[in-house]
């Protein structure tokens, strides 16, 4: 499974966390790569996901398009491409 | 072979936005279809079974909504198996299954991961 | 693999009109095709004829259109979401009386590229693909 989610709001961030569980992939698309620049939040999201053995990346371009930089080696950074294997790879989406 | 299992999930309000009546719109669809169908309310979404919804009187110099929150009721007649409603977000809204226009099955986070996983398709509104 | 796509987000007040092409064209080009993309609630929007962005602008529309005739992919409008926002076929503004001079001029505002049908045609599409992906 793979989720995608705008960040608007610190909340929002974790909202998908009840559907994801083991296995599952969390995909940070759009605006939900700006979460990358609150290293607290982020780091609270990251603790959650990995006690669950859930993975977090974040799509490449949206992360240029921004200016994010990836300090986090927790979250693997994909293309469009690296996007289409996610969905390949996981049997369904939930976008968020 | 048994019918697909679909779970609709409403996370947003009624009357701010259109979510509400084009997510029934697709359950009313995935029923037709005979699919295995359920729908989970979450976050501001449970807001959409809250009982005592006033549209006001009807009045032709006014601008109306129409209470379509009506045919959550409705939906078994159409074949769609359960709803279920976080009960987090019940309590966080301070609400309780009392308040509810329909019966709804209660389910907690732990639970809503079985659920997804259980489904074939997920359709998030 | 088969993908269907569905999409929800408003053009220009989402991504993601931009986020679903760059998806699609890297799923085509990985081997994979695109069953349909289906445009529902706000995604409507992004089948408007008369969207017109500035030329150096990203022109979602005009994209989609290209996308679907180089990969013979169906765009598909959801009919009741599209009515609502006022997206319509030629056929749709002549069949409510609402084209400013209906007998000569029938101006749909869905272009023509998109095709305007029911919500069962996305479930049809959900069962017949391999995987669904919704972009907000």
């Known amino acids: ?96 | ?125 | 693999m088969n993908v269907n796509i569905l999409v929800t987000g408003a053009l220009y007040s989402s991504q993601s009109a931009y986020s679903a092409l760059r998806f699609c064209q890297a799923a085509v080009a990985a081997g994979h095709s695109i069953s349909q993309v289906f445009f529902y609630q706000d995604g409507v929007t992004q089948a408007n004829l008369y969207s017109l962005p500035l030329d150096d602008e990203f022109d979602a529309v005009n994209s989609w259109v290209r996308f679907s005739q180089q990969t013979s992919t169906p765009l598909v409008v959801c009919v009741s979401a599209g009515e609502r926002r006022g997206l319509m076929s030629d056929e749709q503004v002549l069949e409510h009386h609402l084209g400013r001079n209906a007998a000569i001029d029938s101006n749909g505002s869905a272009h023509s590229q998109f095709s305007v049908a029911g919500l069962g045609v996305l479930h049809q599409a959900s069962l017949d693909s391999e995987r669904m992906v919704t972009f907000k």
């Open chain 2, 1 to 125: 072979m048994s019918a697909k299992k679909y779970l609709y999930v409403i996370t947003k309000a009624p009357y701010s936005n259109a979510a509400g009546i084009e997510a029934l719109d697709a359950i009313l669809i995935g029923a037709s279809f005979e699919l295995d169908v359920s729908v989970l309310f979450l976050h501001n979404g449970v807001f959409q079974l809250k009982d005592n919804q006033d549209i006001g009187v009807k009045d032709s110099s006014l601008p109306n909504v129409k209470q379509f929150t009506k045919t959550y009721k409705a939906l078994e007649d159409f074949g769609v198996n359960q709803l279920y409603v976080q009960d987090q977000s019940l309590d966080a809204r301070g609400l309780s299954e009392s308040d509810l226009i329909v019966p709804a099955k209660l389910i907690d986070s732990q639970s809503i991961k079985v659920l997804v996983s259980e489904h074939d398709q997920v359709f998030t509104f």
């Open chain 1, 1 to 96: 499974m793979v989720i995608n989610r705008s960040w608007h709001e610190q909340v929002a961030l974790f909202e998908p966390l009840c559907f994801a569980q083991s296995g599952d992939t969390i995909l940070l698309l759009e605006d939900a790569v700006l979460a990358m620049q609150s290293p607290i939040t982020l780091a609270s999201f990251l603790a959650k996901c990995q006690a669950n053995q859930i993975s977090v990346a974040a799509l490449l371009d949206d992360c240029r398009l921004r200016g994010i930089d990836n300090k986090y080696p927790q979250i693997d950074l994909v293309d469009y491409t690296g996007y289409v294997d996610l969905v390949i790879a996981h049997d369904k989406q939930v976008a968020w």
